[in-house]
Every structure is written in C-alpha cells, then in structure tokens.
C-alpha cells in the first residue's frame, strides 16, 4: 500500500521560509515522478514544482523562490521570500499516471493528505 505524507506546514510573515517534507513509502522505484501542487478553497491544484521524467519544473511565480529536491523516497519544497499568495493546502504527489504535463495534477498517481501553509502580511 502507497503512503504519501507530507509535514512542515505551518504559518509565517511574508518574506519568511519554510521547508516541507514528504515521504513516501510503498512505492519501490526511486526515480518516480515526484512533486509538489497546492490548492485553494474553490481553485483547481495547481502544479509548484516538480519532478517529472527525470527534470525538475517550476511554476512561474515560484521560481527562484522555491526550491525542490530529492533524496530517494522522501522529497523536499524549500520555500523562502514568502508571500501571502503562496498561501494554500500543499500536496505531494508520486507515480506518473498519464502524461498531462509536469504541472498537472492529472499526471500523478498517488497523494498525501496536504499540509497547510498560511502566510500573512
């Protein structure tokens, strides 16, 4: 059984930072697609950053602010300059499920349960 659980959410000023964390387990191919999607009350999940087909993509308003990484079943969202529109429930994703693009959330197979990210200004 796939498990997907993510942590370090949590709340900060704008302009501060924040790591996630999820780790999967279950899932016995450690060069899967892995990413990171957020989403908001009433919005669709949309992409942040990935790693997808063996390259890393990022979300235009992330970049250079967010940064993600990998070590074998446990994936990282490094988060830093912070802003109040980054606020939202984070999920972690794994497992490629159909080719949709990097960013799509069709694309991954498996998920966690999110964790909450508040940023006030």
């Known amino acids: 059984q796939v498990q997907v659980v993510e942590s370090g959410g949590g709340s900060r000023q704008a302009g501060g930072s924040l790591i996630l964390e999820c780790a999967v387990s279950?899932?016995?191919?450690?060069?899967?697609?892995m990413g990171w999607f957020r989403q908001t009350i009433g919005k669709e999940r949309e992409g942040v950053a990935t790693?997808?087909?063996?390259e890393i993509f990022y979300a235009d308003s992330v970049k250079g602010r967010f940064t993600i990484s990998r070590a074998n079943q446990l994936l990282y969202l490094k988060m830093t300059a912070l802003q109040p529109e980054d606020s939202a429930m984070y999920f972690c994703?794994?497992?490629?499920?159909?080719?949709?693009?990097?960013?799509?959330?069709?694309?991954?197979?498996?998920w966690g349960q999110g964790t909450q990210v508040t940023v006030s200004s």
């Open positions: 790693i997808y087909t063996g």
């Open positions: 994703a794994v497992g490629r499920k159909i080719r949709q693009g990097a960013l799509n959330h069709h694309s991954f197979l498996y």
């Open positions: 279950g899932y016995a191919d450690d060069a899967a697609d």
